[in-house]
Every structure is written in C-alpha cells, then in structure tokens.
C-alpha cells in the first residue's frame, strides 16, 4: 500500500475528510432508513385495505350462496 499519500497530508486536513465522510454516510443511512420506513407504512396501508375488501367480496359471496340455496329450495317445494 502507498503510505506516501497519507503522510505527506496534513494532519487537519485528514480530520477534516475523516468528518465530511462520516457525516455523508451518516446522511445516506438516515435517508435510507426513512425511505423504508414510508414504505413500510405504505404496504402497512396497502394490506389493510386488501383485506378489508376481501372481507366485503367473501361476505357479499357468502350471502349469495345463500341467496342460491334458498332459491333451490323454494323451487323444490313449489315442483309438482
């Protein structure tokens, strides 16, 4: 490795990238996790109303079936 480069820079201005580094992932992490977070609430949300609305389609289904039961059974009684 070329040790040259390091030792022959001043040591503030090795702090000094040291820190704007850190600083940089540090903003990259924070964005990132907060971009995961909003999508987590949203495939939070986005579940929710999936299975709210295949509540209603199985219940509206379930009703129906019925509805095709008694219907059967009414023509069965009124056949000759």
């Known amino acids: 490795m070329n040790n040259e480069l390091f030792e022959s820079l001043p040591i503030s201005v090795l702090y000094v990238a040291v820190a ?19 999508r987590r609430d949203e495939d939070a949300m986005a579940s929710f109303v999936l299975a709210f609305t295949f509540s209603m389609a199985s219940s509206q289904n379930d009703q129906r079936k019925q509805d095709v039961r008694l219907e059967a059974v009414h023509t069965r009684d009124l056949s000759p």
């Open 20 to 38: 704007f580094l850190m600083m940089a992932f540090g903003e990259i992490g924070y964005q990132f996790g907060k971009r995961t977070r909003t």
